[in-house]
């Protein structure tokens, strides 16, 4: 079932992360950096969404298996392009991220062995990979944290917090600068985005373009377009 909460929180994801990649053109634009904090955290809200709309324990659904399918298939797809935009850059894209994020997204929302042992497998991977994953294991385990704190509330907010926090610090410069300026604005910004995205998602009544399956082929078209630009 659509939801014009959950398609706003997709746009805002899209559009902020097309604002840090901006910085291929401008590359002292330090506040499309921060702004683009908000996108990671907000990407796997959609994710959390998406898990926690299904019944607990119906996991081998078709549905399930085309999310899984087209996350893997545009993974590989988005590699090159991102290569191709970011020479140097020390991690894969963010799309291996998010899709051992919903590894463990499933295993946290559905009581199932074999569900448990597909968030550990996710998890396992994102510990024995953190160096390679854009966000590195907090990344990973951002969209669980997401579930649990819409099933729990309270305090449990706080950790999606820390791991949007967390997820940035795998950036190592930001890492040795902790108390520099923009470190402190990025994880700000980055905590920033665990209530806004609570916020666009109550907003079901607001007229919003929905958000398809073409939200896939989205994330390596703007970098081929972006690098087209450079």
């Known amino acids: 079932m659509r939801s014009a909460g959950l ?5 805002t994801a899209m559009l902020t992360m097309v604002a840090d990649h901006l910085r ?14 908000l996108a990671f955290p ?14 607990a324990g119906a996991l081998y659904t ?7 399918g087209l996350m893997l298939v545009f993974a590989v797809l988005s590699e090159p ?29 559905h009581p199932l062995r074999s569900a448990r042992l597909l968030g550990f497998a996710g998890l396992l991977a994102g510990w024995l990979c953190s160096e390679q994953l854009m966000y590195g294991l ?38 040795q600068h902790l108390l520099a300026p923009i470190t402190l604005l990025t994880l700000l910004a980055a905590a920033s985005a665990i209530p ?21 082929l989205f994330y390596p078209v703007h970098l081929l377009v972006i690098k087209a630009l450079v």
């Not at 291929?24 to 904090?37: I, M, S, T």
């Open 24 to 37: 291929f053109l401008w590359a002292d634009a330090d506040g499309l950096f921060v702004l683009g904090r």
């Open 81 to 109: 392009a991102y290569r191709w935009l970011d020479v140097g850059s020390p991690t894969f894209s963010v799309m291996p991220t998010l899709v051992l994020g919903l590894l463990v997204a499933w295993g946290v929302h």
């Open 7 to 11: 398609d706003l929180v997709k746009w």
């Open 42 to 55: 907000l990407f796997c809200l959609a994710i959390a969404v998406n898990v926690g709309r299904a019944r």
């Open 62 to 68: 078709r549905g399930n298996l085309r999310y899984l």
């Open 196 to 216: 806004v995205g609570l916020l666009l998602l109550r907003h079901d009544d607001w007229r919003v373009p929905a958000v398809g399956r073409w939200g896939y």
């Open 138 to 175: 907090p990344g990973v385990l951002l969209p669980g944290a997401w579930l649990m704190a819409r099933k729990l509330g309270g305090a449990a907010w706080l950790l999606p917090c820390l791991l949007a926090m967390g997820g940035n610090l795998t950036n190592s410069w930001l890492l």
